[in-house]
Structure formats: C-alpha cells, structure tokens
C-alpha cells in the first residue's frame, strides 16, 4: 500500500508550508522572547502568540518563495528523489532551516537592535542563537508535527484515492 504524507500539489505545498511556518514561527519566537526577556512564565506563551503574526506572514512568505525553493535545490544535490523518503525529508529541512534562519536573522537584528554599525555581528549572533535551536525543533518536533497535521488534513482522502488506484490496478492486472 502507497502513502505519501507529504504535498503534491500546489495548494497543497501551501497548506503545508504555512503550517510548517506557524509551528516554526510560534517555537521562535516563544524562544526569543524568553532570550529578550529573561523569563519564562506561563503568560509567555500568549505574549509569543500575540507577538508572532507580522513575523508569521513575512516567513511563510520567504518559506515559499525563497528558502523553499533553494533549499530543495541544495537538498537534491545530497539526495536523489528517488531515495529514501526520510533522506529528502532530513535534507529538505536542514536546508529550510539554513535558508529561514538566514532571513530571519535579518528580521532578528533590525527588531532587537537595529541595523547599526554593529550590524554584522549582530547579523552573526542573532543567526547562531536561532540555528542552534531552530534545526534541532525542525528535525524533532516541528516537522513530524507538521506533517502529522497536514495529513490529518488531507490523508484520508489522499488514501482513499490512492487506495483505489490500488484496487483498480489489482483488477486490471486480474
């Protein structure tokens, strides 16, 4: 039995770039917010959730027409199509991650310091804060939950279809 969890189409690439960036977005800024600060209480979860929807639109934005594209042009010089979907998947969004951060970044430096003479080496500190957490919360929660709500999404149906291909395969073949 065939399943593929992740977007086909168009539309589809959409849906799961903006909730990749939500998750994402949410997580680092939930992060930052707590760099800035200092503190971490239970109103901090709300502060990130209000704070969150400028940086939200701007980062699904370069997510999916920017660091999308790259990334998977980087990722398919480490990996072939037809490897291992966890392979392309790993290499996909270590490069994301690579991309968005770097763009990123830049949205970090002008909202924490401004763009200063210092701006390089807040350019650089700002990118190593957010690398270091954003890869491992790409890798090991945001992705996988990710793809968990986009199937639940659109994986029912997406089975059923390709259920009955395989049903009418198995009939044409009889």
Same mark, same amino acid.
């Given at each position: 039995m065939q399943y593929k969890c992740m977007p086909q189409s168009r539309i589809e690439s959409i849906v799961f770039t903006a909730i990749t960036a939500f998750f994402m977005v949410y997580f680092m800024t &939930?992060?930052?917010t707590v760099l800035a600060t200092g503190e971490f209480y239970n109103r901090t979860f709300l502060i990130a959730l209000q704070?969150?929807? &400028?940086e939200y639109v701007l980062i699904f934005l370069c997510a999916y027409s920017i660091s999308g594209p790259v990334a998977k042009?980087?990722?398919f010089q480490v990996v072939r199509p037809g490897d291992r979907q966890i392979y392309v998947i790993m290499a996909i969004q270590t490069f994301t991650v690579i991309c968005q951060v770097a763009l990123a970044s830049i949205l970090g430096v002008w909202h924490g310091y401004g763009f200063t003479r210092q701006l390089l080496p807040d350019y650089i500190m700002t990118y190593c804060k957010n690398f270091i957490m954003a890869l491992p919360l790409q890798l090991i929660i945001v992705g996988p939950l990710s793809r968990v709500v986009f199937r639940a999404i659109y994986g029912r149906a997406k089975q059923?279809? &390709?259920d009955a291909e395989d049903e009418a395969a198995r009939k044409h073949t009889a």
């Amino acid at each position: 039995m065939q399943y593929k969890c992740m977007p086909q189409s168009r539309i589809e690439s959409i849906v799961f770039t903006a909730i990749t960036a939500f998750f994402m977005v949410y997580f680092m800024t &939930l992060y930052n917010t707590v760099l800035a600060t200092g503190e971490f209480y239970n109103r901090t979860f709300l502060i990130a959730l209000q704070s969150m929807w &400028l940086e939200y639109v701007l980062i699904f934005l370069c997510a999916y027409s920017i660091s999308g594209p790259v990334a998977k042009r980087f990722a398919f010089q480490v990996v072939r199509p037809g490897d291992r979907q966890i392979y392309v998947i790993m290499a996909i969004q270590t490069f994301t991650v690579i991309c968005q951060v770097a763009l990123a970044s830049i949205l970090g430096v002008w909202h924490g310091y401004g763009f200063t003479r210092q701006l390089l080496p807040d350019y650089i500190m700002t990118y190593c804060k957010n690398f270091i957490m954003a890869l491992p919360l790409q890798l090991i929660i945001v992705g996988p939950l990710s793809r968990v709500v986009f199937r639940a999404i659109y994986g029912r149906a997406k089975q059923k279809r &390709l259920d009955a291909e395989d049903e009418a395969a198995r009939k044409h073949t009889a």
